[in-house]
């Protein structure tokens, strides 16, 4: 079968670093996508990755390791708007497989 | 560049009752996505086009819902009849073809079943 997990929830101080992890087991792989969910919103793209290492872009990384079906998003400098959903999705195929979604809270 | 468009943004509904529920992709966008999502859990993909085609449609409950995209562009989604647990949004993403092609996602709809 197909799967994608991740952490439930997470909770972390403004103006830390949080790491979100998410492990996948798919047919077939053809990129990782990241995208940030607001509560009520839809959710919009943050990165992608299809080759092995890290993609930085701002205060938000990406890394991908496939022989470990692993990526995880590293999000550095926190901000309260960061408290969001942070949702991992897997292109298998045609098909976009879609983890459940980690919430990440913040505290001041 | 629009975005995808959906309509209505919240529906209210009586069990037993049928809804619809439209989106308009982004132009040149291909492949169009109608997904479920309940509080707290991701997307579940219930429909997916490529042009006027259906990719995947197996997670549908097609005893009560279908979906159409007519000339490959603006699409509908159909339940009928309602039940409590379709309570949820529904989202509508598109993309263009591609494995690096990203998924724009549109509002969503709220729909609420009574």
């Known amino acids: 079968g197909q799967n994608i997990d991740q952490p439930t929830e997470m909770t972390a101080t403004e103006g830390a670093i949080v790491q979100i992890n998410c492990t996948y087991q798919t047919s077939g792989f053809n990129g990782l996508f990241w995208y940030q969910q607001h509560a009520g919103e839809a959710p919009t793209f943050l990165s992608y990755?299809?080759l092995d290492g890290l993609e930085e872009k701002g205060r938000f990384s990406s890394f991908l390791s496939r022989s470990k079906g692993y990526s995880y998003l590293l999000l550095k400098e926190l901000q309260m708007k960061d408290s969001a959903s942070y949702l991992c999705?897997?292109?298998?195929?045609?098909?976009?497989?879609w983890g459940a979604g980690t919430k990440l809270i913040i505290k001041p | 560049e629009a975005g995808v468009a959906q309509s209505p943004r919240y529906k209210i509904i009586e069990k037993r009752q049928s809804v619809a529920f439209w989106c308009n992709p982004i132009?040149?966008?291909?492949?169009l996505y109608w997904y479920q999502q309940i509080l707290g859990q991701g997307p579940k993909l219930l429909i997916q086009f490529q042009n006027n085609g259906v990719v995947d449609d197996s997670q549908l409950p097609k005893d009560r819902f279908s979906a159409e995209r007519l000339k490959g562009v603006d699409s509908t989604l159909k339940i009928q009849p309602a039940k409590l647990e379709d309570s949820a949004v529904y989202l509508c993403?598109?993309?263009?073809?591609?494995?690096?092609?990203?998924?724009?996602f549109g509002q969503g709809t709220r729909l609420t079943v009574v």
């Open positions: 999705a897997v292109r298998s195929n045609y098909q976009l497989i």
């Open positions: 990755n299809v």
């Open positions: 993403a598109s993309s263009l073809v591609g494995g690096s092609a990203e998924a724009f």
């Open positions: 132009s040149g966008h291909a492949t």
